[in-house]
């Protein structure tokens, strides 16, 4: 089966960083877009960086300055590098792709992000 799989979580001081990477695998369709959302506990799933095929990117305002969403077409491989940590970006960290005209849509299982203060 085609599947997202994340890595690159863990437990991080604010201040610090993390690199998350994201690769797909299987009898997958052709990716257009691949983003990253994250999710609190208690809280809605919410945007934090869209990245296109060719790298056009989009950031939520939490994300601009600190984090950057880069692909690896070769390796099918999504990253988000996140700098300057805060608590606040503690969260499940989901991997998302789709084909162009979203008639095939992909979520990975999550890595969680936790930043203490």
């Known amino acids: 089966q085609a599947q997202l799989v994340e890595s690159g979580g863990g437990l991080v001081q604010a201040g610090g960083s993390l690199n998350l990477s994201c690769t797909a695998s299987g009898n997958m369709f052709s990716i257009n877009v691949m983003a990253w959302h994250r999710q609190a506990p208690g809280e809605q799933r919410e945007l934090v960086a869209t990245?296109?095929?060719?790298?056009?990117?989009n950031y939520a305002d939490s994300a601009k300055g600190r984090f950057t969403i880069s692909r690896d077409n070769a390796k099918n491989t999504v990253y988000l590098q996140m700098n300057s940590l805060k608590p606040e970006d503690t969260a499940v960290y989901y991997c998302y792709a789709a084909t162009y005209d979203r008639r095939y849509t992909y979520w990975g299982q999550g890595t969680q992000v936790t930043v203490s203060s």
């Open positions: 990245i296109s095929r060719f790298g056009t990117t």
